[in-house]
C-alpha cells in the first residue's frame, strides 16, 4: 500500500507499506448427536483449534524527487509470528415440525485461546545521498497471553418444496466487543477498553436453494455480513454469492462449489495523537472453486 503524503511545505516524499501474510487455522472435532422420533435431532462439538499466523511489513518513507537535503530514504522491517492454541463449544438443535419445515438453532461458545504467544523482530535502515547507509536490528522478542472470541448465536428454518427443491434460510448474532485480551502479568485494560469503543454486534443473513434432479443438483445462494466497526469507523460489510452443483448415488457423491466474496475497507499505515495518515480504501474480491468427493460404506 502506498500513496504520496506531504512532509513539509514544498516537500513531499512517498509513504509505503507492503506487508504480506501467511499461515492456517485448523481444528480437531469431537461430535456428539442425537435422533428422538425423527423429529427432533441434537448435536454437538468440542473443538481445539490451532492458530499459526506470520506476518512480514516494510514502511518506507523515499526521498524520490530530492526535496529534503541529504535524505534518500528511511525503512523499518518488521516481522510477527502468532502460534496459539484453544478450546470451544458448539450446540445446535433442529426440529422437523412438519414434512416440509425445519427450525434450527445453534449457539457456539467463546474460543478460549490459552496458550498464545507472539515472537517478533525488527530492523531499521537508512540511506542518505553522500552514500551513508545505517541498519539497526532489534532484539528478538516474545509474549504468552491468552484470547478470548466472541460467542455466536444462529437460527435457521428449512424448506422442502415438492421432494425436489430446498430453501434455507439463516441468521447469526455475534458481538465483537466481547473479545478479551488477559496475561499473566498484563491487564490489558486499556487494550480491552478499545475493543469495546470500537467494535458492536452485527446480524449475518444467508439464504440458498438447493434443486435435485435424480442424482444431480443444482445449488445457488448469498450471504450479507454487517460491518462489525462502530460509529462508520469502517466499512466492514461482505456480500457473498455461491453456486454449485453435485451427483450423489448410495455409494458416492462429488461437489462442485464456487463462492465469491466482495468487501471494501479503509486502511490506515499508521495513526497516533501527532501523526495522522489519511486511510487507503481498499476493494476485496475472492473467488474461491471448491470440490468434495466421498465414498459411503
Same mark, same amino acid.
Given at each position: 500500500?502506498?500513496?504520496?503524503?506531504?512532509?513539509?511545505?514544498?516537500?513531499?516524499?512517498?509513504?509505503?507499506?507492503?506487508?504480506?501474510?501467511?499461515?492456517?487455522?485448523?481444528?480437531?472435532?469431537?461430535?456428539?448427536?442425537?435422533?428422538?422420533?425423527?423429529?427432533?435431532?441434537?448435536?454437538?462439538?468440542?473443538?481445539?483449534?490451532?492458530?499459526?499466523?506470520?506476518?512480514?511489513?516494510?514502511?518506507?518513507?523515499?526521498?524520490?524527487?530530492?526535496?529534503?537535503?541529504?535524505?534518500?530514504?528511511?525503512?523499518?522491517?518488521?516481522?510477527?509470528?502468532?502460534?496459539? =492454541?484453544?478450546?470451544?463449544?458448539?450446540?445446535?438443535?433442529?426440529?422437523?415440525?412438519? &414434512?416440509? %419445515?425445519?427450525? +434450527?438453532?445453534? /449457539? #457456539?461458545?467463546?474460543?478460549?485461546?490459552?496458550?498464545?504467544?507472539?515472537?517478533?523482530?525488527?530492523?531499521?535502515?537508512?540511506?542518505?545521498?553522500?552514500?551513508?547507509?545505517?541498519?539497526?536490528?532489534?532484539?528478538?522478542?516474545?509474549?504468552?497471553?491468552?484470547?478470548?472470541?466472541?460467542?455466536?448465536?444462529?437460527?435457521?428454518?428449512?424448506?422442502?418444496?415438492?421432494?425436489?427443491?430446498?430453501?434455507?434460510?439463516?441468521?447469526?448474532?455475534?458481538?465483537?466487543?466481547?473479545?478479551?485480551?488477559?496475561?499473566?502479568?498484563?491487564?490489558?485494560?486499556?487494550?480491552?477498553?478499545?475493543?469495546?469503543?470500537?467494535?458492536?454486534?452485527?446480524?449475518?443473513?444467508?439464504?440458498?436453494?438447493?434443486?435435485?434432479?435424480?442424482?444431480? =443438483?443444482?445449488?445457488?445462494?448469498?450471504?450479507?455480513?454487517?460491518?462489525?466497526?462502530? &460509529?462508520? %469507523?469502517?466499512? +466492514?460489510?461482505? /456480500? #457473498?454469492?455461491?453456486?454449485?452443483?453435485?451427483?450423489?448415488?448410495?455409494?458416492?457423491?462429488?461437489?462442485?462449489?464456487?463462492?465469491?466474496?466482495?468487501?471494501?475497507?479503509?486502511?490506515?499505515?499508521?495513526?497516533?495523537?501527532?501523526?495522522?495518515?489519511?486511510?487507503?480504501?481498499?476493494?476485496?474480491?475472492?473467488?474461491?472453486?471448491?470440490?468434495?468427493?466421498?465414498?459411503?460404506?
Amino acid at each position: 500500500y502506498y500513496g504520496p503524503v506531504l512532509n513539509a511545505p514544498g516537500q513531499e516524499i512517498l509513504q509505503r507499506e507492503e506487508t504480506t501474510t501467511w499461515g492456517s487455522m485448523n481444528e480437531y472435532l469431537f461430535s456428539f448427536g442425537g435422533n428422538f422420533g425423527d423429529r427432533v435431532y441434537l448435536g454437538g462439538t468440542f473443538g481445539f483449534p490451532m492458530i499459526r499466523y506470520f506476518r512480514e511489513t516494510r514502511y518506507s518513507e523515499i526521498d524520490e524527487n530530492d526535496a529534503i537535503y541529504d535524505f534518500n530514504s528511511l525503512s523499518l522491517y518488521e516481522r510477527v509470528e502468532t502460534r496459539g =492454541s484453544g478450546f470451544n463449544m458448539k450446540f445446535g438443535m433442529v426440529v422437523r415440525t412438519t &414434512d416440509w %419445515l425445519r427450525v +434450527g438453532g445453534a /449457539i #457456539h461458545s467463546p474460543t478460549w485461546y490459552s496458550n498464545m504467544q507472539d515472537r517478533w523482530a525488527s530492523e531499521l535502515t537508512s540511506e542518505f545521498d553522500n552514500g551513508d547507509y545505517y541498519s539497526e536490528r532489534s532484539p528478538s522478542g516474545s509474549y504468552d497471553y491468552k484470547l478470548e472470541t466472541p460467542w455466536k448465536a444462529m437460527g435457521s428454518l428449512g424448506f422442502i418444496i415438492a421432494k425436489t427443491a430446498l430453501l434455507n434460510v439463516d441468521y447469526e448474532y455475534i458481538d465483537y466487543s466481547a473479545s478479551k485480551l488477559r496475561g499473566s502479568d498484563y491487564g490489558f485494560n486499556d487494550e480491552n477498553r478499545v475493543i469495546k469503543n470500537i467494535y458492536t454486534q452485527t446480524h449475518n443473513f444467508r439464504a440458498g436453494a438447493e434443486y435435485r434432479m435424480g442424482y444431480f =443438483s443444482v445449488r445457488g445462494g448469498g450471504g450479507y455480513s454487517a460491518s462489525p466497526y462502530k &460509529d462508520d %469507523l469502517n466499512d +466492514g460489510e461482505r /456480500i #457473498h454469492y455461491s453456486g454449485g452443483f453435485g451427483y450423489r448415488d448410495k455409494d458416492f457423491f462429488v461437489d462442485f462449489a464456487w463462492v465469491r466474496s466482495q468487501m471494501n475497507e479503509n486502511y490506515y499505515l499508521y495513526r497516533s495523537e501527532n501523526v495522522t495518515a489519511d486511510p487507503v480504501d481498499h476493494h476485496f474480491v475472492s473467488n474461491n472453486f471448491m470440490v468434495t468427493l466421498g465414498v459411503r460404506y
